[in-house]
């Protein structure tokens, strides 16, 4: 639940605020750093309320703590062994988790190398700078142009958020002025 809490604390937050409603949060179920999700059942919507989650985010981490539950949500050793479609399936149905989000969690958490996140802004503006592109491919176009990386997606991702990173700093670096 440490991760899942963390992440819904943080959600279009600044991140002073969001440790403290953390902080609160962790306080409730001291001595340990962060509840089980039978734990976290157990709390009074209130009482989340009380430590700054607002009413969304109560009923994200109560979505999060029945679905850990119900096994909808693997644990750590289930979640390992699953194909990323798998994870995508089962993750994109709790309340507030997009496709984007579990992709972001396949490659930044779970370090899988076949994960092109065609709905990410950075992804495509690197394809439409890396391919020389004059519009931003859609996420189907940038999909069929991604499959050439298979089955090294994650690091071809890595490479376009970069490609995009540059194409922006040669667009905003100021021209010469001529001389007269």
């Known amino acids: ?18 440790e403290t409603i953390l902080g609160r949060f962790r306080a409730l179920f001291a001595p340990a750093r962060f509840p ?3 734990r976290l059942a157990e709390v009074s919507d209130e009482a989340l309320r009380g ?12 979505d999060i703590a029945e679905k850990t539950l119900s096994g909808v ?10 194909s990323d479609e798998e994870i995508i399936e089962r993750l994109t149905t709790v309340r507030g988790v997009g496709r ?9 958490k779970l370090g899988r190398p076949d994960v092109l996140p065609v709905d990410d ?5 690197g394809m439409r700078a890396a391919f020389g592109l004059a ?5 189907k176009e940038a999909l069929a142009l991604g499959e050439r990386w298979r ?20 667009k905003d670096t100021p021209k010469p002025k001529p001389k007269k």
Do not use: D
């Open 151 to 170: 089955p090294h997606a994650t690091t071809a991702a890595w490479y376009l958020w970069r490609a995009g990173e540059a194409a922006a700093k040669v």
């Open 135 to 139: 519009a931003m491919p859609t996420p």
């Open 100 to 108: 984007w989000t579990v992709e972001m969690l396949l490659i930044f």
């Open 36 to 38: 089980t999700a039978v």
């Open 121 to 125: 802004f950075g992804v495509r503006n």
């Open 1 to 18: 639940m440490r991760r899942w809490s963390t992440r819904v604390a943080h959600q279009q937050l600044h991140g002073k605020a969001a």
């Open 51 to 62: 430590c700054g989650f607002s009413r969304a985010k109560t009923a994200a981490l109560r």
């Open 73 to 82: 949500v693997p644990i750590s050793r289930a979640i390992a062994r699953m």
